[in-house]
């Protein structure tokens, strides 16, 4: 694991968090090193009366990086508090009336599913009058909710016709989803729209989407340097491609632009004329990959970004086209710290649960790029993988710091749960548990968005530890269901979606 020596992290991720470095502090001051360590574990725990030092929790989940920069900044401090927050989850003396039997042979509490599934649902119920701010949200909060149950591995067809009567009423005449009712058309909100019509998976849902109108209005988002707009006017970056592109391969939707769509005044015909060199023009002098040009690097821009190559082809040829790999690989390593375990998802920012999906869901694409795994033969029962990244980190964050007592998921311990972070931890946590890969020959060569449907899945795997096949550090009853490494929605509601519009004749 990448980045155990670090003291200028900030604060946070979110806008109401102070990132700023300029508080006057006392340089000589340094901070202590946490020493509990697994054989220390034993005295922790003696006021419990059980003891996890029989655990197998390594060392680098339980105790401070070795090396601290002297340099003592509002940033570093954060960090530190960070670390000391984590701690006591990740050895599991955070809660006296937790038991033996609350952790497996591995010092990881049990994945709490049905507090996790009752706070989903109560997600999707009538809301107080303080949420209205969040009206323009609403397909984001009907996405969250609906794909981490399905992660949990519940049924949601019981929300069938609610699904369909919301986007009905947010789709535009002149194409795309708004928010709600008369709100204007955005890439953000159709999409969401789209990815819930696509989990429920009924043709009554699917015949709702004005597909040719969406075509036209997409269309009016194209620009002339190959990018997307997120709404007509509005800004431009990565986010713009990705959404585009999931809407246009899970619809079937024409390639070719629209006659009226401005971008063919500069020459083009196509949703995919210069996007992959708008994309490459993304990637900083870091390695990571940012919103647009000349912004900073950013995890979830790096996922967006590194899915959007992966419609255009087989990773291992696309990827090493468009951008540094090496130098990529290198930024991705350094977002997971230890003790933690978890991403950050910027350089000297804090671990957050978001991120288990924004960065943990590029590994699968990386990893595929490079060839990291060796196919099954007749004396294996799955496929050989080199790790570039902890999983067991990530498990570890996700399940001993990131569950909240009252259910769903936070982005860490002193923070509360809400259905962003509960559904992107989850998602980060299904593609630790369980590997997807992509099937060389399996895209159809008319087909150029065909490399998104060529990837499948192994869930035999259980979180083990490769470099101990025994050591399965999640117990069955632990797992997640898959979800799609470039969808980010179950396998079958991709399947399911694209089989369904493939057998429409035009529009």
């Known amino acids: 694991m990448s980045n155990v020596s670090r003291s200028n992290t900030s604060a946070g991720e979110g806008p109401d968090q102070n990132t700023s470095s300029t508080l006057p502090m006392d340089k000589s001051q340094t901070f202590p090193h946490n020493e509990a360590n697994v054989e220390d574990s034993a005295f922790a725990k003696s006021s419990i009366g059980y003891d996890l030092s029989a655990s197998h929790i390594p060392y680098l989940f339980t105790s401070s990086p070795p090396i601290q920069d002297q340099l003592a900044t509002e940033t570093s401090f954060a960090q530190e508090e960070t670390i000391q927050e984590c701690l006591p989850f990740l050895i599991g003396t955070n809660d006296p009336e937790k038991s ?8 990881i509490p049990r994945l709490e599913r049905e507090k996790h599934i009752e706070f989903l ?28 149950l399905g992660l ?11 699904v369909i009567q919301t986007f009905r009423a947010a789709q535009n005449p002149d194409g795309g989803f708004g928010g709600g009712h008369m709100q ?15 989990m429920i998976g009924e043709a009554d849902a699917f015949d709702l989407i004005d597909r040719r109108a969406l075509w036209h209005w997409l269309g009016q988002l194209k620009q002339a340097d190959g990018s997307f707009a997120m709404t007509r006017g509005g800004e431009v970056d990565v ?41 490459s023009r993304c990637q900083t002098y870091e390695g990571g990959i940012s919103a647009s040009p000349g912004t900073e690097a950013h995890g979830a821009y790096a996922f967006l970004a590194i899915a959007c190559f992966c419609f255009l082809g087989s990773p291992r040829e696309i990827l090493p086209r468009y951008l540094d790999c090496d130098s990529l690989t290198s930024w991705m390593s350094a977002r997971q710290y230890a003790p933690e375990g978890g991403f950050a998802g ?20 990386i990893e595929s790029a490079m060839e990291l795994h060796s196919p099954v033969t007749d004396d294996t ?4 993988f080199q790790e570039l990244y902890s999983r067991e980190g990530i498990v570890r964050y996700i399940l001993c710091c990131c569950q909240a007592d009252g259910g769903g998921l936070r982005d860490k311990p002193s923070k509360r749960p809400d259905g962003y972070h509960s559904c992107y931890a989850l998602a980060g946590l299904s593609s630790a548990q369980n590997r997807s890969q992509f099937n060389a020959g399996a895209e159809t060569v008319s087909d150029p968005l065909g490399s998104a449907f060529a990837w499948s899945h192994e869930k035999d795997l259980q979180g083990r530890d490769k470099r101990d096949e025994s050591k399965q550090i999640c117990q069955s009853e632990d797992m997640v269901e898959p979800v799609h490494p470039i969808f980010v ?19």
């Open 184 to 198: 204007l058309s955005h890439c953000a909100p159709s999409y969401t729209a789209i990815l819930c019509i696509s």
């Open 346 to 365: 910027r350089t000297n920012k804090l671990v957050d649960a978001c991120y288990s999906h924004w960065i943990g869901g590029c590994w699968p694409l």
């Open 239 to 279: 986010r713009g491609a990705y959404c585009a592109l999931v809407m246009i391969s899970l619809l079937c939707l024409p390639l070719e632009l629209p006659k009226d769509a401005p971008a063919r005044e500069h020459g083009k015909t196509s949703f995919l004329d210069d996007l992959p060199l708008w994309l």
């Open 100 to 107: 033996p039997f609350d952790f497996n042979a591995y010092g």
């Open 121 to 148: 649902r109560d997600s999707l119920e009538e809301m107080p009058s303080t949420f209205l701010a969040y009206d323009a949200s609403r397909p984001w909060i009907v996405y969250w909710a609906l794909t981490g």
């Open 489 to 507: 929605i179950p396998y079958a509601a991709v399947r399911q979606t694209r089989a369904f519009f493939l057998a429409r004749s035009g529009f």
């Open 152 to 162: 949990l591995g519940m049924d949601i067809s019981e929300y069938r016709q609610r």
């Open 381 to 384: 029962q799955a496929s050989s």
